[in-house]
């Protein structure tokens, strides 16, 4: 098992929730006590809890990444359907010639895939994104991917699609690590 496969492996054994103001844990998400109570943790304090979210574990994974040796991005991918925007944070790096979608938090696709470019790796975002936000009702043409720096540490949720989504970069099915 490489390095890598072990650090998936040891982030998708932490459970999903988040931490309100007052470091209590929440295991469901409730949007109005999110959007009300959350603030990202410090890196040292996601590091030590037992529950995250998505963003919180790009993070790591982020740290994690800048000492090897793959180009690598934090990813939001964001249904863009009007007021309501579901999305997910994920990272993906380039092996030689693959590209490999490095997945901690979504219960339905942890692991690592590797695919031979980034339009084969988004299509399997897209084509299977109705089992993150639960529904198949949704157009996958709305789908919208990002990649992002990484956030000042103790932001909102707001202020997170903002930073992933105004001050991230675009991507397309050919953009390049």
């Known amino acids: 098992m490489t390095e890598v496969e072990k650090f998936n492996k040891e982030l998708s054994e932490i459970s999903y929730g988040w931490h309100d103001k007052n470091n209590t844990t929440h295991e469901k998400l409730d949007k109005e006590a999110f959007k009300k109570y959350y603030k990202m943790p410090t890196l040292k304090q996601m590091k030590q809890n037992d529950h995250a979210i998505c963003w919180e574990l790009c993070e790591i994974e982020r740290d994690f990444f800048k000492k090897q040796d793959y180009p690598f991005r934090t990813v939001f991918v964001v249904l863009n359907n009007g007021k309501s925007k579901p999305g997910h944070s994920f ?87």
């Open 91 to 177: 990272l993906i790096y380039k092996d030689k010639d693959k590209y490999t979608w490095f997945e901690s938090s979504w219960s339905d696709m942890k692991g690592l895939r590797s695919y031979n470019s980034i339009k084969e790796l988004f299509d399997d975002i897209r084509n299977n994104f109705h089992k993150f936000i639960k529904t198949n009702d949704f157009d996958k043409e709305k789908l919208e991917f990002y990649a992002y720096k990484k956030p000042l540490f103790r932001v909102n949720c707001d202020q997170f699609y903002i930073n992933a989504m105004y001050f991230g970069e675009k991507m397309t099915d050919d953009y390049k690590l």
